[in-house]
C-alpha cells in the first residue's frame, strides 16, 4: 500500500502566529502517523500551546508507544505543566503497516471522517480535550487498510467557519461532497478545497485557526512492494504571497485564482488600514498591488462611492505601492488575464531563485 497524506493550514486573520500545529511521524515498524493539536484560545500562547503538545506526542510514537498510550501520556504532560488551567484538542490519524489498519485517537469536538468504496464513517462522539479533566481518555477507533481509502480530520476553524458572517456552521455535507469527488491519490486537493470553502465561507478572513489533515491508502504498485510516506503541506515552507489593492480592483478574485493554481496568496486589507506596512505584518515573500480607476469598478460593479474615496485608498496604499514586487493597472484586463500576469511573473522569480514551482 501507499500511504499519500496532505496538510492545509492557517491562522486566524490578523494573527502573526496559528494556534494549531500539525506534524508527522514515521511508525518504528512500518506507517506514519499525522497529529494535530488545537491550542486553547488563538496567537502565540495557543501556537505554544499545541506545538508542546504535538512534539511529545511525535517523540512517543517514534519511541514506539500505542497512540492511546500517547494521548493519554500528552494529557499528562500537558495537565501538569499547565496545572490543569489549559485544553488542548488532540487526533492523531494513524496508518499502520505492521497491521494494515488506520487508528484514530480523537480528543478533539470536530469529526474525523473515513470514506472509502464500500462504505462512509463519521466519527463525532462526544469527548473532552486533553489538559483540564484528571480521567481523561481518548475516543479510539480501528478500521482495516483499503485501496481507495481516505481519512480526514480538521480543527474547529474549520467547522465553525461561516459562523460570524452568516450565523451558521460550515456545511458539513458540502465537506463530504468535496471529499467523495475526489481519490486518495488527491489528497493534497482535496485539503486545499476544504480550506478554501471554509476561507469562502468567512470572506477570505478566518475567523479562527484552521487546519485539515486527510490520509490517503492507494493501491499496490506494480512489482516489489515499496513503502512511500509522502505528505505536502501549506504554510511556511512555501512562497507567501500577498495581495493588496483598491476595493472593486479584483483582490479576492485574484486570490482565489491563485490558490487553485497551488499557490499560497492571501488577501490584505491595507486599502482599510491607517497602518502603512499593514501589509508587511505577515513577512509576504512576494507583494503583489493591483489598482483601478473609478471608471472601470463601475464598468464591472455597482459602487456606492466616488473618486474621495480612492484618493483615501491610494494614500493608504503608498507604502505596498512602494514595496510591491508587481504592479498591474488592471482596467484593460479581465480576471484570467491579471490570473496569468502574475503566475508568469511567479514562475519567472522562482525560476531566477533556482525554486521549485508551486
Known sequence: ?????????????????????????????????????????NGL?????????????VQLIGEGARDGAVARTVHDYLYAMKDRKVSCTLTVLSADLET????????????????TPEYESVYDDDVAPIGVHRHMKPRMYEV????????VSYTDGIAHAGRKQTGHDADFEKI??????????????????????????D????????????????EDSPGAKIEELKAAMGGSGSMRIAIVGVCA???TTLVAGLRAAGYDAYNVAQEHSCIHDFWNKHHPDVLVMIDATLSAIRKRRRVPWG???????????????????????????????VREQVIAFLKARQESEGAPPA
Open 1 to 41: 500500500m501507499e500511504i499519500k497524506i496532505g496538510m492545509a493550514k492557517t491562522a486566524k486573520y490578523a494573527n502573526e502566529y496559528c494556534g494549531d500545529t500539525c506534524d508527522l511521524a514515521e511508525r518504528p515498524h512500518g506507517g506514519i502517523s499525522a497529529i494535530i493539536a488545537d491550542g486553547q484560545g
Open 45 to 57: 500562547a495557543a501556537h505554544h500551546t499545541s506545538g508542546l503538545v504535538v512534539n511529545r506526542a
Open 100 to 115: 494494515e489498519t488506520v487508528v484514530i485517537s480523537r480528543n478533539s469536538n470536530c469529526p474525523t471522517i473515513v470514506v
Open 144 to 151: 482495516p487498510f483499503s485501496p481507495g481509502m481516505l481519512v
Open 176 to 201: 463530504m461532497d468535496i471529499i467523495r469527488k475526489n481519490t486518495a491519490e488527491d489528497v493534497d486537493f482535496i485539503a486545499r478545497s476544504i480550506m478554501e470553502y471554509a476561507l469562502f465561507l
Open 203 to 218: 470572506k477570505e478572513k478566518a475567523s479562527d485557526d484552521m487546519t485539515v489533515v486527510v490520509l490517503g491508502i492507494t
Open 249 to 251: 480592483s479584483g483582490k
Open 307 to 337: 473618486e474621495d474615496r480612492l484618493v483615501v485608498q491610494h494614500q493608504r496604499l503608498a507604502d505596498a505601492r512602494a514595496h510591491a514586487d508587481l504592479f498591474i493597472q488592471t482596467d484593460a484586463f479581465d480576471a484570467d488575464a
